[in-house]
């Protein structure tokens, strides 16, 4: 059970949100209880004055400390151990993480501002400031709403369902996976074969897959912070951090100049494929050139979305390895931000010399430490000598025993996701 004490100047604009649906049941089956509270009653004066013109000038009017104080304090000596919390723009962000903690405690009072805020000493009498969003809004009941809807669904027993609220956006800090009803076609548009198919742990895959994937796309932000889910989980333990970046820019043509080379699509192709297959956790595709961007975002959605992922399926599960990048340093900041750490940067080169990590080497780290690597690949006559000297590691040529070096790029990805991930 919890009580919500709510210190509001208008208390009738809490009848429709709490009269409807989900809140209004969860009050009728005594899991959660609302109580509001006018700080109007705590006022001494003929005229029950709230507010007052601010020190120092400026607009509008700001909301007196003595009926709030007077209100908060009264709240609180009538119930065991409230939690005080004032909404306020300049407050904490209210998210998932914080209903889930604010959803454990017993008593909760809130208390909502209005006109131009409420007077600096007011926030002594309380334990801390929410905001719901950056954006003013008019008064503190709207987020107050917010704040009682997002907590009571966390009760156990206010859904009707016990496992919906796990399921949801950013219960497991993701965006949630795409929904579909009846009918099966609308306007042409039908709805994902897998999700007809009766097959649970297809249909859990491609759950998890879209959500990670809208999560990339739409707020990369939420995946620095997001538990990975199972399979990743399980891939992490056994030391598959990996990533390749397939660079096309900085690299060397035969004259030694630095080019940007073409996208190709076998490239694309068959690095998602062995990536897919070795269990490797990212693949970038690196051009800073725009029209080659789009080709290879169209090559990646033809296997993920268009024509193409009805055809092959397996084809698509590859494809969705592949990320397109401007730079290698986008890569390297997009890896920070999904396993929470910079990557080891492994350059690659069929050019002998330097200081070389060898295979068996860099294995033995991807089973044992913690961080991520990015294994860098070039095209065209390979990586530059820039390149190479940022990099962490450069890992030692594949050698074929004969006087001929010439292996094609997704021929040396192969080889090196089977001496770096292949079965013993
Ligand atoms: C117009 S706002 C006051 C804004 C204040 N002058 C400022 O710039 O920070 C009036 C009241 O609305 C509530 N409020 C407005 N935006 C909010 C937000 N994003 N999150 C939480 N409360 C908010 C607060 O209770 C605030 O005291």
Redesign the pocket.
């Known amino acids: 059970m919890l009580n919500f004490t709510v210190i509001t100047l208008f208390p009738p604009m809490f009848a429709s949100p709490l009269g409807h649906s989900i809140l209004k049941k969860a009050q009728e089956k005594g899991l959660i209880a609302v109580r509001l509270v006018d700080p109007r009653d705590y006022t001494t004066d003929k005229h029950r004055t709230v507010d007052d013109a601010p020190y120092g000038g400026g607009q509008?009017m700001v909301?007196k400390p003595e009926p709030l104080a007077a209100a908060i304090e009264d709240v609180k000596s009538k119930s065991a151990s409230p939690r005080v919390i004032?909404?306020?723009?300049?407050?904490k962000s209210?998210d998932q993480a914080e209903a889930q903690r604010l959803s454990q405690e017993t008593e909760l009072v809130l208390?909502?501002?209005?006109?131009?805020?409420?007077d600096e000493r007011v926030k002594a009498f309380v334990d801390e400031e929410?905001?719901?969003?950056?954006?003013?809004?008019?008064?503190?009941e709207?987020?107050a709403m917010v704040v009682i809807d997002a907590v009571a669904r966390l009760i156990p027993g206010v859904l009707g369902n016990l496992d919906s609220p796990k399921e949801e956006s950013f219960t497991e800090g993701l965006l949630e996976y795409p929904q579909y009803t009846r009918p099966e076609e609308f306007r042409g548009m039908k709805v994902p074969e897998v999700l007809l198919s009766g097959d649970h742990e297809k249909v859990n895959e491609w759950r998890s897959a879209m959500s990670l994937r809208l999560t990339r796309e739409r707020r990369p932000d939420l995946l620095a912070k997001a538990r990975p889910p199972a399979a990743e989980q399980k891939a992490t333990a056994t030391g598959r951090r990996l990533y390749i970046a397939l660079l096309h820019h900085p690299v060397y043509d035969k004259n030694g100049e630095i080019v940007t080379t073409a996208v190709t699509n076998m490239d694309i192709h068959d690095i998602a494929r062995a990536g897919k297959t070795y269990g490797l956790r990212g693949f970038y595709v690196v051009t800073p050139v725009k029209a080659l961007q789009r080709l290879a975002l169209k090559i990646i959605a033809h296997w993920e979305e268009g024509y193409g992922s009805r055809y092959n399926e397996t084809r698509k599960e590859a494809l969705a390895l592949a990320r397109v990048k401007d730079t290698l340093d986008d890569a390297i900041i997009d890896v920070e931000r999904e396993c929470g750490a910079k990557p080891q940067i492994v350059a690659s080169s069929a050019r002998p010399g330097g200081n070389r990590a060898s295979f068996a080497h860099l294995r033995k780290m991807l089973r044992e430490e913690s961080a991520p690597f990015l294994l860098l690949l070039g095209t065209g006559w390979g990586l530059t000598d820039a390149v190479l000297a940022q990099s962490d590691y450069i890992l030692e040529p594949i050698e074929g025993g004969t006087a001929y070096n010439h292996l094609s790029v997704r021929s040396a990805a192969a080889i090196m996701l089977d001496r770096l991930l292949g079965r013993d």
Do not use: A, H, K, N
Request: with cysteine.
């Open positions: 509008g909301m004032l909404l306020s723009p300049q407050g209210f208390v909502c501002g209005r006109y131009e805020g409420v929410l905001s719901v969003g950056d954006y003013t809004l008019s008064g503190g709207l987020p």
